[in-house]
C-alpha cells in the first residue's frame, strides 16, 4: 500500500516524536527524524531500531521488513533535510513561543504542498498557525505515550485548517494501524478534555476530608472498573505533567468550575514529590511498588441490630435482597424501632440532610452507596455522618463484609465516591458533545482508547442510567452550590432517550 504522505519529516527525536517516526516508518514513508541535539537523533534510532528487532523475534515483522524499516528511518542532519517532505510532525517541547517559531521556520524550507501538524497535547492548534501564510494546512495531530501501543491519535482541525488536510490525517493514521479521531481546536481536544472528571474530583473528595488517597483507589478501582485509581494514575503520569495540563484547560476555559484545579497537587508539585518516577508521590515507592497501608479490619460485633431501609433508597429492592441474603434481620414497619441500625441509599445527598429530611435518628443512620449494582462490584462503600455512634458504623461494616465482600468506610459528604467521580465524567463529556468537538461515537473512542476507561463516558451512564447521574447532579449542586455540578442541557435533551446513540443531531 502506498502510504498517504512518502517522505515525513519529525521535529523532535524525544520519546513522542521516536514513536511517531516508528509507525511511520512501519507504514511505509521515508522519515527523517530531526533534533537539535544530534545525539539525540543516534539515541532514538537506536532504541526503534531495537523495537524492531524484537518485533522480528517475536514474529511480528518479518527481516525483510525490518530491515526495510531501517532503511526508511533516516537522520536530519539540518531542519534544510526536510524541504521535500509532504508531511512533518512537530514533537517538542510544550511552549507556545517555541512551537510558534519552529512552524514559522518550517514554512519557510518546506513546499507549498507539504502538510505541517503538531503533537501538542493541550495547546491550540489555531494560536500555533496564527501569522503564517498558509494556516490552512496546519492541523493538530496529538498521539499518546508509547506511541507505538496508543492506538488512538486526535485530528484536530485549527479554525483555518483545510478540511481536506484533516481527511488524509486521518486515512494516513490508519495506514500506520492507528484510530484517528476528530476534534476541533478547543483546550485539552478530547482526551485531556474528558479526563478532567476523574482526577479533579477525586482529589475535591480528599479536600474535603472525606477519605484517603488510598481508598479512593480502591473505590473505583472496585466499583467501577478502573485499571488504575486517580492517584495512581497520577503518579504514573507524574504532577510535573498532570498539574500544568489541569490549570492550562482550567485558564484556557476562562475557569471554567467543572476544571478548577486543586491545591493538593500544586502543593506536592512545589514540594517536588510528583510521582513514582522520584519514588515519592500519593504514595511511596520501593523498588519501583507502591507502598500501600493494609486496609481496617472488619470489626467484631456481637449482637447484630435489626436493620430498617428507608423507603426513598435507590435499588431499595435489590438493597432488600442484599440484606436477606447476608442474614440480616429486616424491619419492615413505616419507621425504624429504637434500636434498628437505618439504611439509607442516596444519589448525590450527604447523609446527615437525608437523616434530617426523613426525620431519621441521625445516631443510628448510615448510607449505603447502591448507584452501582451490587452484583457488579468488588466493594460495598458506606458513609457516616458526623453522629453515627461507633456501634452502629462497625454493626454496619460487619454486615456488609459477611460475604468477604470487601467494604469501605468514608465520612459524610454530598455524594459518595463514585457518584461524584462518574456524574463528572459523564457531565463532562456531554458538555464535550453540546459543543460539537467531537462526534458521540469519537468520544467513547478517544476516551476508550485513549484514557483505558472500562467504558465510554456516555456508555456509562447509560449503564447507570441517565436519570440517576442527573439526580446526582441536581442534588451534588443543592449541596454544595456549586457550578461544577450544573448538569450540561445534552445531558438533560439526552438523558430520556439515551446517551451513547451515535448518530449526530441535525
Sequence with gaps: MTPTYNIVGVVGAGAM?????QIAAQSGSTVR????????IAKARDEVFKQWDRMQEKGRLDPGAVQGCKQRLQAAASMQDLADCDLVVEAIVERLDVKKDLFAQLEAIVRPTAVLVTNTSSLSVTAIAAGLKHPQRVAGYHFFNPVPLMKVVEVIAGLKTDSAVCEALAAYATQMGHKPVQAQDTPGFIVNHAGRGYGTEALRVVGEGVTDFATV?????DQVGFKLGPFELMDLTALDVSHPVMESIYHQYYDEPRYRPSVITAQRLAAGVVGRKVGQGFYAYVDGKAQVAAEPPVPTVGEMPPVWVSTRAARRSELFQLLKDLGAKIETGASPSLHALTLVAPLGFDVTTVSVVERLD???????????EDA???R??????PATRSDMRDAAHSLFARDGKAVSVIRDSGGFVTQRVVATIVNIAADICQQRICSPKDLETAVTLGLGYPLGPLAMGDRWGPANILEVLFNLQTVYGDPRYRPSPWLRRRGAIGLS???EEP
Design 17 to 21: 516524536g521516536r514513536g511517531i517516526a
Design 33 to 40: 527524524l530531526y533534533d537539535t541535539q544530534p545525539q539525540a
Design 217 to 221: 483507589d480502591r473505590i473505583l478501582r
Design 362 to 372: 441521625p445516631a443510628r443512620t448510615i448510607g449505603i452507596d447502591m448507584l452501582v
Design 376 to 378: 457488579a462490584t468488588k
Design 380 to 385: 460495598r462503600v458506606l458513609a457516616t455522618n
Design 501 to 503: 446513540l451515535m448518530h
